[in-house]
C-alpha cells in the first residue's frame, strides 16, 4: 500500500487532507507537524521517511504570514525554500514523489488575463520571493514532483478571511472592503480533493499546475457573499487599496488559469459560491 507523508497537517490544508483522506481509503495515511517532524532538519527527514517506508511527500508546510515576513525573512526562507530543499533532496534519494503547494504570490499581480503556468514570475514581497525559491529548489533536485499554485485560501479550520469576514460582520454595523483586488477563493478542502484524486491518478505527471476554484471576484464581492450565506446583516463599503494600510503589496489580480491540471488529470472544479456555502454549513453546524 501506497504511504503518503502529509506536512504541515496541522494548517487549513493538512487539515482539509485528514478529511478527504477518508473519501480515499486505498493510501497510508502519515500526518505530521513540526512536533512531529522537523523538515528544516534533512537527517530528520531522511530518517523519518526510510523508518515509515515513505512513498509520497504532499508538503502543506509554509510560512503564510505575508506582512510579518518582511521582517523575520530567515525563518520565511527557512521554511519556505531550505526546508523545500531538504524534502526534494530526500525524496530523490529515497524515490519519493512529491506534491509541494504554492502560491499566486510568485507572481506580482500586474496581469489582465488569468495566470498560465509558463508566464513570467516575478513576486513582489519576501513571502512570494521565498515561495519561488523553494518552487526552485525543488524543480532543480526532485524530477517526480507536482508544485500545485493556489490563492486565497480558506477552510472551517485554522485563521481565514472567511471567519474573520464572519467575526467582524457580526461585531460591527459596517466594514470597509477592498474592491480593486480580484481573484479567486479557494476552499482548502477543494485543493486537498485536487490533490488526491491527482495521487488516485494512473500517471504522476511532474510540473507545475494551477488550481483555484472556479469563478472571479474581489475581495468586497467575497465579503458580501460571505454575508448573504451566513445570514450577517452589516453594512459593507467598497474601498481602494490605496485606502487600506497594508504593510506589504498584495497582488491586484491573482486569477489562475486552471486549464492544464483540468486536461492533465481530468480534475472538475467547483465555483467558489458552491464551496463556499459548503463551509460555512460547516462553520455554524460546528
Known amino acids: 500500500m501506497t504511504t503518503i507523508l502529509i506536512t504541515g497537517s496541522n494548517g487549513q490544508l493538512g487539515n482539509e487532507m485528514q478529511q478527504a483522506a477518508v473519501r480515499f481509503p486505498d493510501f497510508n495515511y502519515i500526518y505530521t507537524d513540526v512536533a512531529e517532524l522537523d523538515i528544516c532538519d534533512k537527517s530528520a527527514l531522511d530518517a523519518f521517511v ?20 518582511e521582517d523575520d525573512v530567515e525563518l520565511c526562507y527557512k521554511i ?3 526546508a523545500v530543499r531538504n524534502i526534494a533532496e530526500v525524496a530523490t534519494e529515497n524515490k519519493v514523489k512529491v506534491v509541494h503547494v504554492s502560491t499566486d504570490y510568485v507572481f506580482d499581480g500586474t496581469n489582465y488575463l488569468p495566470y498560465t503556468e509558463d508566464m ?15 518552487e526552485q529548489a525543488l524543480l532543480e533536485n526532485c524530477k517526480e514532483s507536482v508544485i500545485l499554485r493556489t490563492a486565497w485560501l480558506y477552510s472551517s479550520f485554522g485563521n481565514n478571511f472567511v471567519k474573520t469576514m464572519m467575526r467582524l460582520g457580526t461585531e460591527r454595523d459596517s466594514l470597509g472592503v477592498i474592491f480593486d483586488q480580484v481573484g479567486t477563493p479557494t476552499y482548502a478542502a477543494d485543493l486537498a480533493d485536487a490533490i488526491m484524486q491527482l495521487l ?5 505527471v511532474p ?5 483555484s476554484d472556479e ?28 485606502d487600506y494600510p497594508a504593510r506589504t503589496p498584495r497582488p491586484h489580480f491573482s486569477v489562475l488559469n486552471k486549464g492544464k491540471i483540468k486536461s492533465t488529470y481530468g480534475i472538475s472544479i467547483p465555483h467558489w459560491e458552491v464551496s463556499l456555502e459548503k463551509c460555512i454549513q460547516l462553520l455554524q453546524n460546528s
Open 207 to 211: 510540473g507545475i499546475y494551477h488550481f
Open 120 to 134: 513570467p514570475v516575478c513576486p513582489a514581497t519576501v513571502y512570494g520571493k521565498s515561495k519561488l525559491e523553494g
Open 80 to 82: 519556505n525554500r531550505d
Open 200 to 204: 488516485s491518478s494512473d500517471t504522476f
Open 215 to 242: 469563478g472571479v471576484c474581489s475581495w468586497y464581492d467575497f465579503t458580501k457573499t460571505i454575508h448573504r450565506v451566513a445570514n450577517i446583516t452589516c453594512d459593507v463599503k467598497p474601498i481602494e487599496t490605496k
Open 50 to 69: 526510510k523508518a515509515n517506508n515513505v512513498n509520497v511527500i504532499v508538503n502543506c508546510a509554509a510560512y503564510t504570514a505575508v506582512d510579518k515576513a
